[in-house]
């Protein structure tokens, strides 16, 4: 007797743990997910569709801690991020008044031209939406046909846009600024410390920002390279990376 064939049809539907039914259903949801299946007892059992993919979320392990953030994990390969990053924070601002960036839940920045970011859930999820012709290797430690500090910005873009570490991130760049700054062309230098500020922003650290943002104006670059720099950046103009604003003017005095 012959044994039947197994043929390349099947589907994966990966279930993500659902700490809390309430939060999960609120959050999806404020972002414009419809929920198509909903139970709670005897276990949780939800599924929530938006577009054309579906997320599914059961009962979660009495350990689970949310904070971790390692509940679960769910990838989303499209054509292209930037739609999906500005769809979520348009309706994010409309359900919240503003862009959740902080704590959980939460989503993360989007730089131009970056081809994936991440939403974190209510219960530590992270549905992580990545571009399909994403580069299928990453160069850790930065690029090969990199040196010195712009191959120390690459290696901590790295950090920031695949593995969401911001806080690695910013320090590979202070490190690489004390080996290389001195003998670094004046607009990679911009660039590091123009990133530095936009990490410590996001990481709300800012004790260090006023002297980045001096030594950025010292710089000796011009507006061309400054759009360039806004460029690459996320909510550029909130950083206030330029000083721009005209002194006081001075006082009239009565000429002798």
């Excluded at 994936?116 to 999820?125: A, E, K, L, Q, Y």
């Excluded at 590091?192 to 980045?212: G, N, P």
Aim: with cysteine; net charge negative; charged share 25%.
């Amino acid at each position: 007797m012959t044994e039947p064939m197994v043929r390349a049809n099947e589907t994966i539907v990966p279930v993500m743990p659902c700490a809390s039914v309430e939060e999960t259903l609120e959050f999806y949801q404020s972002l414009g997910f419809q929920v198509t299946y909903q139970q709670a007892r005897p276990y949780i059992y939800l599924v929530l569709e938006w577009s054309g993919f579906a997320l599914h979320f059961g009962t979660p392990p009495k350990t689970i801690d949310p904070d971790q953030e390692d509940a679960g994990a769910c990838l989303v390969i499209v054509d292209a991020v930037a739609p999906y990053h500005a769809e979520f924070t348009r309706a994010m601002r409309a359900a919240y008044g503003k862009v959740l960036t902080k704590g959980r839940p939460r989503i993360t920045r989007y730089r131009p031209g970056a081809s994936r970011f991440t939403v974190i859930d209510p219960s530590g999820n992270s549905i992580i939406f990545i571009q399909r012709d994403e580069p299928a290797e990453l160069e850790y430690g930065g690029s090969k046909h990199l040196t010195g500090l712009a191959k120390a910005l690459d290696h901590a873009r790295i950090f920031a846009e695949f593995k969401t570490d911001d806080r690695t991130a910013l320090r590979v760049i202070t490190t690489a600024l004390r080996r290389h700054g001195a003998t670094a062309p004046p607009v990679e230098v911009a660039h590091a410390l123009a990133h530095l500020i936009e990490l410590a922003a996001a990481l709300e650290e800012t004790a260090d920002v006023d002297e980045w943002r001096r030594r950025l104006n010292a710089l000796d670059i011009n507006d061309t390279e400054r759009h360039q720099i806004a460029e690459g950046l996320r909510n550029a103009d909130s950083l206030h990376l330029w000083h721009t604003e005209a002194g006081p003017e001075p006082e009239a005095t009565d000429a002798p």
